[in-house]
């Protein structure tokens, strides 16, 4: 789901190196080590911001609460960060990343000219790259004056894992992203079945993940019965049956994401929606087809056709971002790998009866699948 991120995210970001140590960010820098190697090139340079930061944040532990941070990542020696902040931040950032270099003080004309001292021989050096789709242009031509005729980007993502298979550790993380959502998901139904608007009610969610240190909460809210969903307007006291809600939120580097369903009187769509879901999960097995999965759970929704929002899929891989690939939908040829967690939304609409999604995260596991959270019941159904 695209969604609208916080101005400033005030989250809890400090990195625990009980559960992610040192060794951890070793394995996965081993793999820009590989490119490197494989492709000659001196260092990589990693971009992030508030909005888009899943790259930096996987190889780093950090997010930027404002603007932009940069890594480098050399093939020889220790990474650097520059963090877009004022010097008075700094204690508060350095305890973000394991990276022990972490600067400020951005200077618009030096640009990035002492980070690139050192790593510059005779000709033409590359350096690859990692979220440079994201950034600004004025960073980006900051960058290109530093490089002067001495470096040349080459972009890097496309030749990262399409599929990263989750560590323990790491899958442990998402567990609790898994909770975190599944507590506010359930104080969104709360508030709402006691009598609160439906943007009243997200609030409610977001504020339960707060109280518990999430990093990050984004919600979208129905106003129109469930036919579509939006950021939130201020129409707090509001109060549409059905209500239709998304909740995402990021705990630990890890996101997790549900779909809130509930109306006031028994409602067909949500049954639908409910019989896609459980048909999507029994397919949810490893070597599965990702157009198998997405054919049980549609026919399972007829006569109703799918919700537009979720933009003609069922679901897709979800970690250190929203979306992590591996789309479900009708024309995928891709196969279910054990290691990837799924975010599975299945929903309907019709307009008499407004809109319904439900949805559950599963972890895929040589033995099946895991799930690890749902969308709350919805009683009066």
């Known amino acids: 789901m695209r969604s609208v991120h916080p101005a400033i995210i005030i989250g809890s970001y400090g990195w625990d190196a009980d559960r992610l140590p040192r060794d951890e960010f070793q394995l996965r820098i081993s793999e820009l080590n590989r490119l490197m190697d494989e492709r000659g090139w001196k260092a990589m340079l990693i971009h992030g911001d508030a909005r888009d930061h899943g790259l930096l944040a996987y190889f780093t532990n950090f997010i ?18 520059l963090i877009s902040m004022s010097s008075r931040d700094m204690p508060a950032m ?42 600004s242009a004025d960073l980006f031509r900051a960058v290109e004056r530093s490089l002067g005729n001495r470096f040349h980007l080459d972009d890097a993502t496309p030749l990262l894992p399409r599929e990263r298979r989750l560590r323990p550790r790491e899958l442990s993380l998402t567990r609790d992203a898994a909770l975190a959502v599944e507590g506010a ?11 609160g608007g439906n ?44 209500l239709l809600a998304y909740v995402a939120v990021q705990d ?25 879901l ?56 891709a196969r279910l790998e054990p290691g990837s967690v799924y975010a599975l939304h299945v929903g309907g609409i019709d307009p008499a009866q407004g809109g319904a999604i439900v949805s ?17 019941s919805d009683q009066s159904g």
């Open 64 to 81: 930027p609460r404002l603007r932009w941070a940069m890594a480098l990542v050399p093939r020889h020696g220790e990474p650097r960060l």
């Open 94 to 135: 350095k305890p973000m990343t394991w990276i022990a270099d972490v600067r400020t003080g951005w200077d618009w004309a030096g640009g990035f000219d002492q980070w690139l001292a050192g790593l510059a021989d005779e000709g033409d050096v590359g350096l690859g790259t990692i979220g440079f789709d994201v950034i």
């Open 185 to 195: 998901a359930a104080a969104i139904l709360r508030t709402w079945r006691a009598g």
């Open 199 to 242: 943007e009243a009610a997200a609030l409610a969610g977001e504020r339960e993940a707060r109280a518990k240190a999430a990093q990050d909460v984004r919600t979208l809210t129905s106003l129109d019965r469930g036919l579509s969903v939006s950021p939130f307007q201020g129409r707090l006291a509001e109060r549409v049956d059905p």
């Open 252 to 276: 630990s580097g890890f996101w997790g994401e549900l779909f809130v369903s509930a109306s006031v009187r028994p409602n067909p769509l949500r049954e639908r929606a409910e019989a896609g």
């Open 278 to 333: 459980a048909a999507a999960l029994a397919a949810m097995v490893p070597g599965a087809l990702a157009r198998d999965i997405f054919a049980r759970a549609t026919g399972a929704m007829a006569p109703y056709p799918l919700h537009p929002v979720l933009s003609a899929s069922i679901g897709r891989r979800i970690g250190v971002s929203l979306d992590e690939g591996g789309v479900l939908q009708s024309a995928s040829d």
């Open 360 to 376: 559950a995260m599963v972890a895929l596991t040589p033995r099946g699948a895991e799930i690890l959270c749902r969308s709350p």
